[in-house]
């Protein structure tokens, strides 16, 4: 049988998975990735779980089109709501010997290490807050762990919108750390579980309280794809290994180049697509 090899492929609702891609480059920089950004139709942290399910679904199947037999949903609100039933449902029937991962549970099988008190927070979209993916995750690996989590539904518009820099970024910054803090003083580890969040980091960190530890996924998120990758060479071969990096959006390609390199750390080159 014939194998079909390509890229890598790393999926967000915008630009918040390249905080990811850049972990996983910076890692792993020997395979061809491709990146998608559904900008046309961001943000998806406060749309439900059948629209976003429904787009995810339609971004991935483009993915395999384009020759990837592993896909990354480097965003937490398509891993909550539509990984499961893409893996259960949808993969057996159109491709079942490719593979789509989330960052959900890569995250969930560390954090409980970070922490001390065993109180944690979580910061995300409102879809991945009313999932409850991260407390369902994080309990099979850390039963004794406590998880607290707030929706922070203005961050992402903000981020997308080049206001994160701001005064308005400080007074949702200042707004939901206080409503996490609020729920119990004992966390001492919060993790953002927004790939758009890292451009928030400075001004999250400075609105809390010196011995909360601040952690962003993207390098757990790049350590698991290499443990993966080792675990499953018949993945693993499939990938194409030239160093390569391609970035497609379903907005304007212009305004996307102008945008990533903030969420990315270099300048890049994008195509638009139309997704159908
Ligand atoms: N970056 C996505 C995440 O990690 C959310 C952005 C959105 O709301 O579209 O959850």
Redesign the pocket.
């Known amino acids: 049988m014939q194998t079909e090899k390509g890229p890598i492929g790393v999926f967000?609702?915008?630009y918040?998975?390249l905080t990811v891609l850049k972990e996983i480059t910076a890692l792993l920089p020997q395979y061809n990735y491709i990146y998608l950004g559904d900008n046309a139709r961001?943000?998806?942290?406060?749309r439900s779980f059948e629209t976003v399910y429904h787009y995810t679904l339609q971004c991935v199947e483009w993915f395999f089109k384009k020759g990837c037999s592993l896909v990354i949903l480097a965003?937490?609100?398509a891993s909550a709501k539509a990984l499961r039933t893409i893996q259960q449902k949808n993969l057996p029937i159109i491709a079942p010997n490719k593979r789509v991962l989330g960052v959900i549970r890569p995250s969930a099988e560390l954090i409980g290490s970070f922490s001390k008190t065993k109180h944690i927070g979580i910061m995300?979209?409102q879809?991945?807050v009313n999932s409850q993916s991260y407390p369902l995750e994080i309990q099979k690996y850390f039963p004794d762990v406590r998880v607290w989590q707030q929706a922070c539904p203005m961050w992402?518009p903000l981020i997308e919108n080049s206001e994160h820099m701001n005064a308005g970024a400080d007074y949702f910054v200042k707004k939901y750390t206080q409503q996490l803090l609020a729920q119990s003083a004992a966390i001492d580890t919060i993790l953002l579980a927004?790939?758009?969040y890292p451009l928030l980091y400075h001004k999250i960190e400075a609105a809390l309280p010196s011995h909360i530890q601040v952690i962003m996924q993207g390098g757990i998120v790049a350590n698991s794809l290499q443990n993966y990758l080792l675990r499953h060479p018949e993945i693993e071969e499939k990938c194409t290994k030239n160093g390569v990096q391609s970035f497609f959006t379903t907005d304007d390609s212009a305004i996307f180049e102008q945008q990533a390199g903030l969420f990315y750390g270099q300048p890049i080159q994008a195509w638009q697509i139309e997704i159908s």
């Open positions: 967000d609702s915008g918040g998975g961001t943000p998806y942290g406060s965003c937490n609100t995300g979209t879809g991945t992402v927004c790939t758009h």
